[in-house]
């Protein structure tokens, strides 16, 4: 068993919970403390852009079992980590308060870009349950939303706002939503999904700036044309959260630059959002942004740091990387790491339907494949690319 007698966990949701939760399910019997920026105990995001927005489900319908279990955590809630020692050992924190550790894990996530609201009220990001609950508070039948970005948390945000009798728009600066992830053929199919359901597409033109009197009233665009709007919604990507290790000595890089088995230095490991490390299944580095990896890295990185020096505990994390999105009565999975510019065969099913599974492929392999309502079909693909999935014999399978 380690000798580590404290260690600490600097983020305190999906991959800092679970990372905690693993490190006493494999024995950990030191002193644990986790440290978030938020008030309440770590929750579910997902539901945020989609139950939760919608009403159907709150606070305590999403908080992780694992946060009231009795796993002998000290709770340091509603604080901010303000910078690392990595020579001392000690975190520093809002306030003046320092935690001192022997083993480390960084968990912070990242955060949402945001656009210059100048102040009016009525702009929204959305990733905490606060933001979820402000924005269901403003939309109801009628409302006029406008979503700015048209990726995964864009969508479902107009999805769920139209389904609530909202009128929708949605703008993308992109030539169709998710175009840098799925390449134009599966972006404009992912944007006619929306047209389907009367939401306004507007591709391929970005935000100039917002206008109103006090509250938003209406949104300009870079095309010179504006948008009528209650209430905005910007998801336009994240940005990691690591500014507390500059001068640290630990390596940033879009993230927590880790290397193959999630260690950042001795003693400290990283999981989650925050995370980006050489992911040997594609040969490239990645920082995975998706629920399950933050569940299975937190897990990974909690085992690593118990390893230590131990060559035969350690393991290379190699996942293949796996998300869904529910959008209307669409269920969108996606297994793999695609690039907008591999090539895209639809093998099953069809893209008229909204029901079809398309695969991904360079380099002579199968690198992703990407569905709607076809869920068995994506984690059977999800096995074989972890597997090399020969392009070739996929299309000729089909």
Not at 67 to 76: T, V
Not at 107 to 118: E, F, K, S, Y
Not at 303 to 322: K, N, T
Not at 336 to 351: E, K, L, M
Request: aromatic content about 6%; glycine content about 12%; charged content about 25%.
């Amino acid at each position: 068993m380690s000798s580590l007698g404290s260690i600490v966990v600097v983020g305190a949701s999906t991959a800092g919970l679970r990372a905690a939760e693993v490190l006493r399910e494999e024995g950990f019997d030191g002193r644990l403390t986790l440290i978030g920026d938020e008030d309440a105990k770590p929750y579910d995001r997902p539901p945020l852009s989609k139950q939760v927005l919608a009403g159907s489900r709150g606070a305590d319908d999403i908080r992780f079992p694992a946060a009231d279990a009795d796993l002998g955590i000290d709770w340091r809630l509603g604080t901010t980590a303000e910078s690392l020692d990595l020579a001392r050992r000690v975190v520093h924190l809002a306030g003046g308060e320092t935690v001192g550790f022997d083993g480390l894990v960084v968990a912070t996530g990242c955060r949402p870009r945001t656009i210059d609201a100048g102040g009016l009220a009525g702009v929204h990001t959305l990733r905490t349950l606060d933001d979820s609950l402000a924005i269901r508070a403003e939309v109801e039948k009628g409302t006029r939303v406008v979503v700015v970005g048209a990726g995964f948390i864009g969508a479902e945000v107009a999805a769920t706002c139209r389904e609530q009798g909202a009128e929708v728009t949605m703008v993308e600066a992109l030539p169709q939503p998710l175009a840098r992830v799925l390449g134009e053929e599966m972006g404009a199919v992912c944007g006619e999904l929306h047209r389907d359901h009367g939401v306004d597409v507007r591709t391929g033109v970005g935000v100039d700036g917002f206008e109103g009197d006090q509250r938003v009233e209406r949104v300009r665009l870079s095309d010179g044309t504006t948008v009528d709007a209650d209430v905005v919604v910007v998801g336009i990507g994240v940005v990691p959260n690591t500014e507390w290790l500059e001068g640290s000595g630990v390596r940033l890089d879009n993230g927590v630059v880790c290397d193959d088995t999630t260690l950042v230095a001795p003693g400290v490991v990283a999981a989650g959002d925050v995370a980006r490390w050489p992911n040997l299944a594609f040969d490239e580095m990645m920082r995975v942004e998706h629920w399950e990896n933050a569940l299975e890295m937190g897990a990974h990185a909690a085992r690593r740091l118990l390893a230590g020096d131990d060559a035969a505990r350690i393991e290379v994390y190699r996942p293949i990387p796996w998300f869904w999105s529910d959008q209307y009565d669409r269920k969108i999975q996606m297994c793999g790491w695609p690039r907008g510019t591999d090539d895209v065969h639809v093998v099953a099913g069809s893209v008229e339907e909204r029901r079809f599974t398309a695969l991904y492929g360079r380099g002579g392999r199968v690198t992703a494949a990407f569905g709607m309502n076809m869920p068995a079909r994506i984690v059977r693909y999800r096995f074989a690319i972890a597997d090399g999935l020969d392009w070739a014999d996929a299309l000729a399978a089909g």
